[in-house]
């Protein structure tokens, strides 16, 4: 009788302990996600493949520059004095815009024609755009010379590593041309010529010795004349102003022809400066010529095309 009491007794405490269980239970539910009137809270398991991690949005691409067309064939040329630069025709118009005032106020102060001087620019710049010109604002390919107590500049012309003036500005270097021209007796007699004579002064520089490039003086006239720069003449000498227009293929076959295929080795000439001044190589001119050195005699005449 005792063991059965003892077992009924024993049911009944596991019983309540089971109830009491239960009701924690659902109060802990109940408090977790609400009672039933309640939406229950959605519980969303992911998976690794699921999960994407947050990227930095990729910036929308800058339009592209629209692509400027070709220049025309009549539009572009290539300018070799001090260094060999191709321009367009625009940026010798700007280059004449920017530099026109300094030419004809230099015309004014020393008699040197405006046209000359921004031809002389133009063509030894390249337009703005040459090495020497660059690093050097040097305009006019002035070399430094023994009276030059300025900064100075290496630069490759009609030998390796020349003397070359550098310039704190543009206008200084066309300040400096003016005095250039004007102060050494090698150029007094240009300045017996007409001012409105722009292909006497273009020859005169080349007999003078500004340049030694045959082919200085038709360049200058060719400069002149396909951007009219005569105008600039016209304007600071006005009603004195005598325009003559020179053919330029008659001076060059007039004045050059004899030397546009060979050229005249003078005092001081090296084989690597002709083919520099050339923009020739010096292989070429030595098979042209049949050289087995790059020896060169003082009036010896070579061929250069």
């Known amino acids: 009788m005792k063991k059965v009491l003892s077992v009924l007794f024993t ?9 009491a269980h239960n009701t924690k239970v659902k109060e802990k539910i ?5 009672n039933g009137d309640n939406k229950k809270k959605k519980v969303v398991v992911t998976t690794a493949s ?6 930095t949005p990729i910036a929308e691409p800058k339009p592209a520059k629209p692509v400027k067309p070709l220049l025309e064939k009549d539009d572009s040329e290539t300018l070799i004095a001090t260094s060999k630069v191709n321009v367009s025709k625009n940026t010798v118009e700007d280059y004449i815009n920017l530099y026109s005032g300094a030419a004809m106020q230099s015309m004014k102060t020393y008699g040197i024609p405006a046209s000359i001087k921004l031809a002389q620019g133009i063509l030894e710049s390249g337009s703005g755009n040459g090495t020497l010109c660059r690093t050097a604002n040097n305009h006019f390919g002035i070399k430094c010379k023994e009276e030059w107590t300025g900064e100075t500049v290496s630069h490759t012309d009609d030998a390796p590593n020349e003397c070359f003036r550098k310039y704190h500005s543009a206008m200084e270097s066309y300040n400096d041309h003016s005095e250039f021209l004007a ?8 300045f017996t010529l007409d001012k409105s004579d722009y292909s006497a002064w273009a020859k005169g520089l080349k007999k003078a010795g500004y340049a030694t490039d045959p082919r200085y003086p038709q360049k200058l006239i060719s400069i002149i ?3 009219k720069l005569y105008e600039y003449d016209q304007k600071v000498l006005g009603s004195d102003y005598q325009f003559v227009p020179t053919k330029t293929d008659e001076v060059l076959a007039t004045n050059y022809g004899a030397q ?5 080795v003078q005092a001081g000439d090296t084989l690597f ?3 520099q001044k050339f923009n020739s190589s010096v292989d070429h001119i030595k098979q042209l010529n049949s050289l087995n050195s790059n020896n060169l005699s003082v009036g010896q ?3 250069i095309q």
């Open 11 to 19: 049911g009944l405490i596991l019983m309540s302990c089971s109830a």
């Open 30 to 34: 109940a408090k977790e996600y609400g």
């Open 50 to 55: 699921a999960v994407k991690k947050e990227s």
């Open 183 to 190: 102060n050494r007796v090698y150029y007094k007699n240009l």
């Open 225 to 227: 004349e396909r951007y």
């Open 260 to 264: 546009a295929q060979t050229y005249t």
């Open 273 to 275: 400066a002709i083919c």
């Open 301 to 303: 005449i070579i061929k």
